[in-house]
Nanobody, 122 residues
Framework: QVQLVESGGGSVQAGGSLKLSCAAS????????MGWFRQAAGKGRERVSS???????SYAGSVKGRFTISKDNAKNTMYLQMNSLIPEDTAMYYC????????????????WGQGTQVTVSS
């Protein structure tokens, strides 16, 4: 059974950094389009960043220049390095994976993690 498990969330002050991890089991992430999404309280889910099997990355405008997505195929793990955090980054962060890029980008990915909370205080 495919599983995605996020870790690395927590509480930080504005300007701080966190690194999220998404460990995958039962499939090779090298074959999937993967991404990070977030959902703040009372708001819809937002795509934060994504990475293709070839390693091409994309970012939402609100995090560009502050967040970096990466993956380690050997460890079957995806990461999200978050720097210069601001209170508006506070949300539950989810990783997702799908063999189809469009489905991932539309938030209809086949596989989702359980989420990890990120809280940024001012």
């Amino acid at each position: 059974q495919v599983q995605l498990v996020e870790s690395g969330g927590g509480s930080v002050q504005a300007g701080g950094s966190l690194k999220l991890s998404c460990a995958a089991s039962a499939y090779a992430i090298s074959n999937y389009y993967m991404g990070w999404f977030r959902q703040a309280a009372g708001k819809g889910r937002e795509r934060v960043s994504s990475i293709t099997p070839a390693g091409t990355t994309s970012y939402a405008g609100s995090v560009k220049g502050r967040f970096t997505i990466s993956k380690d195929n050997a460890k079957n793990t995806m990461y999200l390095q978050m720097n210069s955090l601001i209170p508006e980054d506070t949300a539950m962060y989810y990783c997702a994976a799908d063999p189809n890029q469009t489905k991932l980008w539309l938030g209809s990915a086949r596989y989702w993690g359980q989420g990890t909370q990120v809280t940024v205080s001012s």
